[in-house]
Nanobody
Framework: VQLVESGGGLVQPGGSLRLSCSAS????????IHWVRQAPGKGLEWVSR???????YYADSVKGRFTISRDNAKNSVWLQLNGLKTEDTAIYYC?????????WGKGTLVTISS
């Protein structure tokens, strides 16, 4: 099983980024995919998930600013980040799991700073 995130970087407040999660080694269509982040010095925060049927869910902290999507043909999930704030600075991980998150990627760093 592999989950590989990409797309992080340094962005000014108010800017946008698009994170990608490329999956392999499992039957992608049967798993919900999550994004979880960890800000510097803080614990893990669940951000969003997309179900096998492409139903989407968001943490209140990102609702209306972030959009998750998946393409089963490409074994990929994306997280569009708009209206970025300094408090969005974190390592963003994608993870797979239905009842619990059993595999995680290594993460991609998103830094929001002027």
């Amino acid at each position: 099983v592999q989950l590989v995130e990409s797309g992080g970087g340094l962005v000014q407040p108010g800017g946008s980024l698009r994170l990608s999660c490329s999956a392999s080694g499992f039957t992608f269509t049967t798993y919900t995919i999550h994004w979880v982040r960890q800000a510097p010095g803080k614990g893990l925060e669940w951000v969003s998930r997309v179900s096998t049927g492409s139903k989407t869910y968001y943490a209140d902290s990102v609702k209306g600013r972030f959009t998750i999507s998946r393409d089963n043909a490409k074994n990929s999930v994306w997280l569009q980040l708009n209206g970025l704030k300094t408090e969005d600075t974190a390592i963003y991980y994608c993870a797979k799991g239905n009842a619990y998150l059993d595999y995680w990627g290594k993460g991609t760093l998103v830094t929001i700073s002027s």
